[in-house]
T-cell receptor, first 110, second 111 residues
Framework: DAKTTQPPSMDCAEGRAANLPCNHS???????VYWYRQIHSQGPQYIIH???NNETNEMASLIITEDRKSSTLILPHATLRDTAVYYC???????????FGKGTRLSVIA | DSGVTQTPKHLITATGQRVTLRCSPR?????VYWYQQSLDQGLQFLIQ???????AKGNILERFSAQQFPDLHSELNLSSLELGDSALYFC??????????FGEGSRLTVL
């Protein structure tokens, strides 16, 4: 799997948009960008994934740059329950297991 | 609720003992993955099964073993337990190898 780089921590005010960046400069053409989060010792939760087009679901939006070397996960209206560690992972869709890095610890502040 | 069920949720045992963790995947999912997360550590991949066959192996100790049964549930066996084996053990399942859905984990404490 291509390696990703994420900031270790970020803060966000409640109700504001949380923008979590991820660099994946060595991503291959058939590798997707996946985002997961882990809320305090719970099982990791799938958020969203994309190949090259921007994606949106009920949880978040994923913006992938045109050169695919970086992406941003956007939580449009962060709540206290969004406080978690967010993981950006790149892999082929039919690839092996997920390789988790250290992720970004997002703290949503009231 | 991810649909993945892990039992037991908590387990306390002594060094040298053996324990078995159980995972029931989501209905229809053929792949099962096991991960270990020690205190303040990242998620470490242990092993993957697909439809009863071992598909991939990660940082799994020789004292640990796993299997997936015909009904697709999986068990992770941990033997000769050491203090350092205390961790959260997560199981995940997927229908192909797309999104993984994780259970809530089994917290193992070795005293």
């Amino acid at each position: 799997d291509a390696k990703t780089t994420q900031p270790p921590s970020m803060d966000c005010a409640e109700g504001r948009a949380a923008n979590l960046p991820c660099n994946h400069s060595t991503i291959s053409g058939n590798e997707y960008v996946y985002w997961y989060r882990q809320i305090h010792s719970q099982g990791p939760q799938y958020i969203i994934h994309g190949l090259k087009n921007n994606e949106t679901n009920e949880m978040a939006s994923l913006i992938i740059t045109e050169d695919r070397k970086s992406s941003t996960l956007i939580l449009p209206h962060a709540t206290l329950r969004d406080t978690a560690v967010y993981y950006c992972i790149v892999r082929v869709a039919t690839g092996p297991h997920l390789v988790f890095g250290k992720g970004t610890r997002l703290s949503v502040i009231a | 609720d991810s649909g993945v069920t892990q039992t037991p949720k908590h387990l306390i045992t002594a060094t040298g003992q053996r324990v078995t963790l159980r995972c029931s995947p989501r209905s229809g999912d053929l792949s099962v993955y096991w991960y270990q997360q020690s205190l303040d550590q990242g998620l470490q991949f242990l092993i993957q099964y697909y439809n009863g066959e071992e598909r991939a192996k990660g940082n799994i100790l020789e004292r640990f073993s796993a299997q997936q049964f015909p009904d697709l549930h999986s068990e992770l066996n941990l033997s000769s337990l050491e203090l350092g084996d205390s961790a959260l053990y997560f199981c995940a399942s997927s229908v192909s190898t797309g999104e993984l859905f994780f259970g809530e984990g089994s917290r193992l404490t070795v005293l």
